[in-house]
Every structure is written in C-alpha cells, then in structure tokens.
C-alpha cells in the first residue's frame, strides 16, 4: 500500500482524513486510485488537460517528483507520498 | 465598512472570508486580500500619510489588519539613501539605497512583513505563531512574538549563518533545525501547519503576511517626493517581495496617490539559486525547482513560491532578471561597504551584483532614477566575507611603533 497525506484543502472529500492509502504503480496512478475512492480529487490536482496544476507539489518519500520523473516517477509498497500546497514559505 | 472585503484566489477567483487560509480549495491558487478600494480612497490622502506615524503603519490603510493594536510599531519607513558614490562608480546619475539593513527590531525587511503577520494573527485569535525561515525571518518572528506574549516556533535550514540561529535563540522560542535545505522545511512546515492550530506567518497567514512588502514600494515614492522611480531592482528568494513591491506601486496609482506608474521591475538571484531568474532568461513563464547552492542563504530558495508571479511582473514592467555568482555576491558587499557604508548581508550583494551587470549590460542606464532594495544586515551573515576582508595591523602601545608600522615621520606626514 502507499501512504498519501492529504492537506487540508482536499479534506474536505477524504472525510476529512490527514492520511489515506491506497494501491498504484505510478503518481498518476495513485491520483486515479484516489479519485474513483473519493470523487473529484483528481479534478482539484490537475487541469482540463490531465496535467498537474500550476501550485500543486506531490513529494515521493520526501523527494520533490520533479527531480524524478514527474507524474510517472514509479511507486512501491510501503511509499509515502506528500500532497503539499506550493504556496507556501518565503 | 471595513478595508478587506475578502480572501479571493489568484487564478480563480474564488472568495473566502479573512480567515487563517492562504489556498484556494478549487485549484490551489494562492489566495490574497481584497480591499474595499472605492472605501480607503475617500480618505487616503498624500498629507493623511505624511502626517502619519514615522512607521511603516503610516500605510495602515493600505494593510490587511482591523485595527490598531500593532505587533512590531516601529518597523519600517526605513532611509533611503542617495547613494552618490555607488552612483558615480557604477555609472548612474541617480541611484539611491533602500536601507532595510537598519530595520527595527531584526535588521531585516522581514520585520516589515511580520509586524503585519502577527498583528492579523493576534487579530484572529492564535496565541501561538511560527514560520519556516531561511534566517531573517525566524528572527524577527522570534523577536516580535518575545514582545507580544506569543508562543513561537522557529523552523530553519541546518545550515544556516552563526548570527542568524543566535538570533533566534537569545529571545527563547522553539528553534527547529531541519536537516534539509529551506525547502524541505517549507514542505514540512506546510503539513505541521495543517495539523496543528498555529499561526504560520508565511503559509496560512501568508495573504496577510505578504502585503507587509508592500510599504517598501510606498516608502520609496513618498520618499522620491510622490514619484516612481525609473528602475529597481530586488533580490528574489520566493519572489514574494518583488511581486508585492510592483503591487504596492500600483495601489498608489489606482488610489489617485500617485499619476502613473513607468517603473521596471529587475530581479535578483545568486547563480547557485536562481530558478527565477533562469526561467526568465530562457523565456519561459514558468521556472523548474533546483537544488540550493550558494553562500546568499537568505535567498536559498529552490521552489520558490511566487516564481511564477514574479516572472508575470518583471515582465508587465518590461524589467530584466540576472543572476552572480557567490565571489561577485562578496564583491558586491564589499562595493556597497567601500562606497557607502553601508552593510549589508548576502542578499545585498546578490542585488549590488546584479544592479552592476544590468548597468553595463545597458538595461539600467545613466540618467534612470534606480533604486536598489537592500534587505538584511551583514553582521547577520559574516562568515561570507571573514575571508575577505584583511586583519586590523597589531602593533605595542607605543608612538615610535605606530609611527613606525606607518612609516610617519615625527611631525606626521608619510603614507
């Protein structure tokens, strides 16, 4: 399973939980698994055209994605993945 | 009626009310303040200001807080400084300092934007404030919260400037070291936020903390005689700064204060952290996160929050962005100190060394009223200069051996 935290603005569609867990094989994976267990949490991370919203940071095991390999940096059992605002700090 | 009518998103335009949030729930835009502008122009006035207090809260009208009841009341209205010397060494006509190094009670500009965080913040209820700091910050949130009765958690980089965590330290907050470089603890001080019931300055009261910047842009105009100048140019980290400085000089604009805005927006980035300034040169519009590698700490941000938008306002301004490396941010330093007097830490010789490449590059010209923002104090970072700066000669306690070391005849004279 990999272990997703959720910020508090997508709370609101995860029943308000901090953390959930799901199964995939890839970010867009994991966001496709997300969004069929919690309907319209793919539509609040990505725009009309599939990509990664603009203010959107996802962390693989503390690793920004976009020094891996973005939406299809790979996952395994046991991963955790970070949802994170990008406004934030400075 | 009050000044703020709401928190409204940047991309979407989605409304929420002036609480601690600071994400637009649809798309994760950024929310901001918006003013009842129609409201503060009936009284916002050129002499209102001038006969306000000699504080940055002289632009309360302008300021995402309810009432008077100040955190930090003398931060700002800083000098600015006809810098006649830089001037005439780099070339320009009339180029003047914007000397935040002398900012109270911090050193920094920092002091600005948390006087407005925490004033909102004790406005809203919390008792307990925090932020994730490359430095500055951390200080002036630990100095103010001292002064405010708050409870304070500091959170900074591992590695940051002796000075910068010894001023943390002597007010006695909380001071988290994360080992990791700034952001890293912005990520982490992203979920804490989420978590726990506190306000962090710069990430759920960042619509409010931001708007603190502001008053440098307002400063400076009252202080060129209601004028904008021709350029500036401001050191970017998040870009935050830059982007509210460009803001500032448009609500005075569109508040009748001032007749039009003709200013060129510059930023400034160290080549070792410069995913703005890269982007912009590559002409693109957005910028790719990297990882941090320069002695400008204060400005070590790889995922910088703004980019985007400081990218949108350097190019509205048709304004340019350079980057230097770490020797030219030491010769930076030591230009503006020879010249001026004036000391300033890392971030200053970021912005010194890149007002100098864009004057020679012809960006920044002769008879341009410039005006360069220096925005934290060099006894802060001394450990990037130590090495460059010689010893003081030693010498007995004796007239001979001074005379002597100086080769000074009796009557004086010599070298």
């Known amino acids: 399973m990999i272990k997703v935290r959720i910020p508090t603005p997508l709370r609101p569609l995860t029943k308000s939980q901090g953390e959930v867990e799901t199964k995939a094989g890839s970010v867009v994976e994991m966001i496709e698994a997300l969004n069929s267990t919690y309907p319209g949490i793919k539509d609040r991370l990505c725009d009309e055209t599939g990509e990664l919203r603009r203010f959107v940071n996802i962390y693989v095991n503390e690793e920004d994605i976009r020094f891996l390999t973005g939406k299809d940096t790979p996952l395994k059992d046991g991963d955790e993945v970070s949802i994170v605002p990008a406004i934030a700090g400075g | 009626m009050s000044k703020m009518k709401a928190l409204v998103c940047r991309e979407c335009g989605k409304e929420y009310p002036t609480k601690a949030i600071h994400v637009c729930e649809m798309c994760f835009g950024p929310l901001e303040v918006k003013y009842n502008y129609e409201e503060i122009k009936k009284t916002i006035s050129r002499k209102k200001i001038a006969d306000g207090p000699h504080s940055m809260w002289r632009y309360l009208d302008l300021l995402p807080v309810e009432g008077t009841n100040f955190v930090g009341p003398h931060a700002g209205f800083t000098p600015l400084v006809r810098a006649k010397n830089l001037g005439a060494y780099l070339g320009l006509d009339e180029l003047y300092i914007k000397n935040d190094t002398v900012n109270h009670p911090t050193l920094s500009f920092k002091d600005r934007v948390v006087a407005v965080a925490l004033t909102r913040a004790r406005e809203l209820g919390f008792e307990t404030v925090a932020c994730a700091s490359t430095g500055n910050l951390a200080n002036s949130v630990a100095a103010h919260a001292a002064s405010a009765n708050l409870h304070c958690y500091v959170f900074i980089p591992g590695d940051l400037e002796a000075a910068k965590v010894l001023g943390n330290l002597i007010y006695k907050p909380h001071v988290v070291e994360i080992e990791g470089h700034y952001d890293d603890v912005n990520r982490l001080c992203s979920e804490i936020a989420g978590e726990h019931g506190w306000a962090f300055v710069n990430i759920n009261i960042r619509p409010y903390y931001a708007e603190g910047s502001k008053t440098l842009a307002f400063e400076t105009v009252e202080q060129l005689g209601w004028k904008t100048p021709d350029q500036v140019v401001i050191p970017m980290a998040s870009g935050s700064l830059l982007t509210k400085i460009w803001k500032g000089l448009h609500e005075m604009k569109a508040l009748g204060l001032i007749d039009n805005v003709r200013t060129k927006v510059n930023g400034a980035q160290a080549e070792g952290c410069s995913p703005i300034s890269t982007a912009f040169k590559a002409g693109r519009d957005f910028f790719k996160p990297v990882k941090p590698q320069t002695i400008a700490k204060s400005l070590a941000i790889g995922n910088p929050a703004d980019g985007y938008y400081a990218l949108k306002a350097t190019a509205e301004s048709h304004g340019s962005m350079d980057m230097v490396t770490d020797e030219e941010v030491v010769e930076g330093i030591q230009l503006l100190a020879q010249t001026e007097g004036i000391f300033a830490e890392t971030a200053g010789g970021v912005t010194i060394g890149v007002l100098k490449?864009?004057?020679?590059?012809?960006?920044?010209?002769?008879?341009?009223?410039?005006?360069?923002?220096?925005?934290?104090?060099?006894?802060?970072?001394?450990?990037?200069?130590?090495?460059?700066?010689?010893?003081?000669?030693?010498?007995?306690?004796?007239?001979?051996?001074?005379?002597?070391t100086f080769k000074m005849g009796k009557n004086g004279g010599g070298a």
């Open chain 2, 357 to 404: 490449k864009l004057v020679k590059q012809g960006v920044i010209k002769k008879d341009e009223v410039t005006v360069a923002y220096i925005t934290g104090n060099g006894l802060k970072t001394q450990e990037a200069v130590i090495n460059s700066v010689g010893r003081p000669v030693r010498i007995q306690p004796s007239l001979v051996d001074f005379q002597k």
